[in-house]
């Protein structure tokens, strides 16, 4: 993924936030009235002290105190509706902000998705964005009521005394430079704590996903140790992070209050010499100094938070700016269209462009073929289905369906036609019934019921509590490895596609089940092309057609009996199968 500069993630943050014009619109009003009446209540405070001083009309002295408390009334509800206008408009931009990454995610490459964790994916769309709200929320509450806060102070002190107006301009951006200084070392530091984070959360993922597999191989040590560095890496870039960080504020507040002391100074001062300073106008003054070196801190600390934030956002708007799986296909699949002859061309193809995996691959597969696949592990097995589904790009050639291009039509109406049923089982968080409907949502209770007496599974259902509406949580954990899978072949029972694929699609299943899956599978096969991958060579043994391939290559190809007779790879494969099982 492209990695954006600082610059440019502001910039993306600014126009995505700018698709929400009215909130945008509420906010900034909010804060202009916030800031109008936080620099009218110290020239109220100065009148009232003048008229005391003075000792001048009380019905002014009175009128005076009565806009302060009015303007004391109306700047605290202006400050109780801004976070609620602000808290609005970031709550709309990063619900839209999720949508889009979880959209985002489902067009991305498979290769994408490949080389990320998951863990990793996880804390992108959901604790980088966390910690991004809480940066636009900082940035939001202080920062641009600061800044404006700083300008129209200036113009305000401008007015009272040219003077001590030029000290404060010349003295305060010594604050700013430090608190600059900071920034840039605490935004690398926080930029490895969000990488750290990541690494963080995928080892956690990790072990808990795969909890029995680290127990049976007694590795918990081991990830353990893991955890370990992940951690003292994550608190190490955190404390050096929030380290410099939380510096700026007490550096800038001592820098400001140093000038404000002085100020105070200079203007006691000019009215012991007689100058036309009064001492209401010098608390006027002294306010709006307050007032304008106030947003320094908060700014300081806001940038610190901010660097944080944009670290977070670099990482998602790096996942929203990482280039799409480019759709070719014009046409529309229908299912009426499909016979099931599947053709490959001069096929080439490498995950990695360096490393080619296929070379050269010609196979013409008739329409309604019961089709094996079988090899040694990483011989490409699956490789050809990916290739077939459209989950990678082939690097040459060329696949064709019942003698057309599958590149010609779109991705979604050739995969509806295709039916797989994998090695590995999901399983969503839901009822059995949405399960297996869940390639066929609109599937009635009775279609669904047919689909797991087909699949062998309806038996093991009706013994759960509620059957049907039984609810399984954490991906069907509930349920043994073989009925989940009974559950993912249900689902291709429903669906009935008009291509067939089985990725060792009985290997959790006991063999009495299996079977009657078998059995199941025989009358779904029926006149449609089918693809099993099996590493049992006792189960393909009635394929029409089986290829065997070996690095990629399809080194033999025919029924059982055509290969047997010749005694090359398959041969001996099924020696060795028959050695094994004695």
Same mark, same amino acid.
């Given at each position: 993924?492209?990695?954006? &500069?600082?610059?440019?993630?502001?910039?993306?943050?600014?126009?995505?936030? /700018?698709?929400?014009?009215?909130?945008?619109?509420?906010?900034?009003?909010?804060?202009?009235?916030?800031?109008?009446? =936080?620099?009218? *209540?110290?020239?109220?405070?100065?009148?009232?002290?003048?008229?005391?001083?003075?000792?001048?009309?009380?019905?002014?002295?009175?009128?005076?105190?009565?806009?302060?408390?009015?303007?004391?009334?109306? $700047?605290?509800?202006?400050?109780?509706?801004?976070?609620?206008?602000?808290?609005?408009?970031?709550?709309?931009?990063?619900?839209?902000?999720?949508?889009?990454?979880?959209?985002?995610?489902?067009?991305?490459?498979?290769?994408?998705?490949?080389?990320?964790?998951?863990?990793?994916? !996880?804390?992108?769309?959901?604790?980088?964005?966390?910690?991004?709200?809480?940066?636009?929320?900082?940035?939001?509450?202080?920062?641009?009521?600061?800044?404006?806060?700083?300008?129209?102070?200036?113009?305000?002190?401008?007015?009272?005394?040219?003077?001590?107006?030029?000290?404060?301009?010349?003295?305060?951006?010594?604050? +700013?430079?430090?608190?600059?200084?900071?920034?840039?070392? =605490?935004?690398?530091?926080?930029?490895?704590?969000?990488?750290?984070?990541?690494?963080?959360?995928?080892?956690?993922?990790?072990?808990?996903?795969?909890?029995?597999?680290?127990?049976?191989?007694?590795?918990? %040590?081991?990830?353990?140790?893991?955890?370990?560095?992940?951690?003292?890496?994550?608190?190490?870039?955190?404390?050096?992070?929030?380290?410099?960080?939380?510096?700026?504020?007490?550096? &800038?507040?001592?820098?400001?209050?140093?000038?404000?002391?002085?100020? /105070?100074?200079?203007?006691?001062?000019?009215?012991?010499?007689?100058?036309?300073?009064?001492?209401?106008?010098?608390? &006027?003054?002294?306010?709006? !100094?307050?007032?304008?070196?106030?947003?320094?801190?908060?700014?300081?600390?806001?940038?610190?938070?901010?660097?944080?934030?944009?670290?977070?956002?670099?990482?998602?708007?790096?996942?929203?700016?990482?280039?799409?799986?480019?759709?070719?296909?014009?046409?529309?699949?229908?299912?009426?269209?499909?016979?099931?002859?599947? =053709?490959?061309?001069?096929?080439?193809? @490498?995950?990695?462009?360096?490393?080619?995996?296929?070379?050269?691959?010609?196979?013409?597969?008739?329409? @309604?073929?019961?089709?094996?696949?079988?090899?040694?592990? @990483?011989?490409?097995?699956?490789?050809?289905?990916?290739?077939?589904?459209?989950?990678?790009?082939?690097?040459?050639?060329?696949?064709?369906?019942? %003698?057309?291009?599958?590149?010609?039509?779109?991705?979604?109406?050739?995969?509806?036609?295709?039916?797989?049923?994998?090695?590995?089982?999901?399983? #969503?968080?839901?009822?059995?019934?949405?399960?297996?409907?869940? @390639? $066929?949502?609109?599937?009635?209770?009775?279609?669904?019921?047919?689909?797991?007496?087909?699949?062998?599974?309806?038996?093991?259902?009706?013994?759960?509590?509620?059957?049907?509406?039984?609810? *399984?949580?954490?991906?069907?954990?509930?349920?043994?490895?073989?009925?989940?899978?009974?559950?993912?072949?249900?689902? !291709?029972?429903?669906?009935?596609?008009?291509?067939?694929?089985?990725?060792?699609?009985?290997?959790?299943?006991?063999?009495?089940?299996?079977?009657?899956?078998?059995?199941?599978?025989?009358?779904? +096969? #029926?006149?449609?092309?089918?693809?099993?991958?099996?590493?049992?060579?006792?189960?393909?043994?009635?394929?029409?057609?089986?290829?065997?391939?070996?690095?990629?290559?399809?080194?033999?190809?025919?029924?059982?009996?055509?290969?047997?007779?010749?005694?090359? #790879?398959?041969?001996?494969?099924? #020696?060795?199968?028959?050695?094994?099982?004695?």
């Amino acid at each position: 993924m492209r990695r954006q &500069t600082a610059n440019q993630t502001l910039t993306r943050l600014a126009k995505d936030l /700018a698709s929400h014009p009215f909130l945008l619109f509420l906010a900034f009003l909010g804060t202009i009235a916030q800031v109008g009446l =936080s620099i009218y *209540l110290p020239i109220l405070i100065g009148q009232v002290i003048d008229q005391a001083l003075v000792a001048g009309s009380s019905l002014v002295f009175w009128q005076i105190f009565i806009q302060m408390i009015l303007v004391v009334i109306g $700047n605290t509800l202006v400050q109780w509706a801004n976070p609620l206008l602000y808290n609005r408009l970031i709550f709309s931009y990063t619900k839209d902000l999720r949508e889009r990454i979880i959209h985002k995610l489902h067009r991305l490459p498979i290769a994408f998705v490949d080389r990320q964790g998951s863990g990793e994916m !996880v804390s992108r769309v959901t604790t980088d964005i966390e910690q991004l709200v809480a940066g636009l929320t900082m940035i939001f509450n202080q920062f641009f009521i600061g800044v404006l806060m700083i300008l129209v102070s200036i113009l305000a002190m401008l007015q009272i005394h040219l003077l001590m107006t030029l000290l404060v301009l010349l003295l305060t951006p010594l604050s +700013m430079v430090i608190s600059r200084f900071i920034a840039k070392r =605490s935004y690398h530091l926080f930029q490895k704590q969000t990488e750290t984070r990541g690494i963080q959360t995928q080892l956690i993922e990790e072990s808990l996903s795969q909890q029995t597999i680290i127990q049976s191989f007694n590795a918990q %040590g081991e990830f353990i140790q893991r955890l370990h560095e992940a951690n003292a890496n994550y608190a190490g870039y955190s404390q050096s992070a929030i380290f410099y960080s939380s510096t700026v504020n007490p550096s &800038t507040r001592f820098v400001n209050a140093l000038i404000y002391a002085l100020l /105070a100074g200079v203007g006691a001062y000019r009215i012991m010499m007689g100058s036309t300073l009064t001492i209401g106008r010098l608390v &006027t003054f002294l306010n709006y !100094v307050q007032q304008y070196t106030k947003p320094f801190n908060d700014i300081s600390s806001v940038l610190a938070e901010l660097q944080s934030a944009l670290a977070c956002a670099e990482r998602v708007y790096a996942v929203l700016e990482s280039p799409e799986v480019a759709e070719i296909g014009k046409e529309i699949l229908t299912s009426d269209q499909v016979k099931g002859a599947i =053709s490959f061309k001069h096929v080439s193809f @490498g995950y990695h462009l360096e490393k080619v995996l296929i070379k050269d691959l010609s196979i013409d597969i008739p329409a @309604g073929s019961k089709v094996a696949i079988v090899g040694p592990t @990483g011989a490409g097995k699956s490789t050809l289905i990916n290739l077939l589904m459209r989950f990678y790009p082939i690097n040459s050639g060329d696949i064709l369906l019942d %003698g057309q291009s599958i590149y010609d039509y779109t991705r979604a109406s050739l995969r509806q036609q295709f039916g797989m049923v994998l090695q590995e089982t999901w399983l #969503k968080q839901g009822t059995i019934h949405d399960n297996i409907a869940f @390639g $066929n949502p609109d599937a009635s209770r009775e279609q669904v019921i047919a689909a797991a007496k087909a699949a062998n599974a309806d038996f093991f259902i009706q013994q759960l509590p509620q059957g049907y509406d039984t609810k *399984l949580e954490n991906a069907g954990e509930s349920l043994s490895v073989g009925q989940a899978q009974l559950l993912t072949i249900a689902r !291709v029972f429903l669906a009935i596609p008009k291509i067939l694929i089985l990725d060792e699609a009985t290997s959790s299943i006991d063999t009495r089940t299996e079977v009657l899956v078998q059995d199941a599978f025989a009358k779904l +096969m #029926k006149e449609r092309t089918s693809f099993i991958i099996a590493h049992r060579l006792s189960t393909i043994q009635d394929a029409d057609l089986i290829l065997v391939l070996v690095d990629g290559d399809i080194v033999e190809h025919g029924n059982h009996q055509d290969l047997m007779a010749r005694k090359g #790879k398959y041969y001996q494969m099924q #020696k060795a199968a028959a050695f094994s099982s004695e």
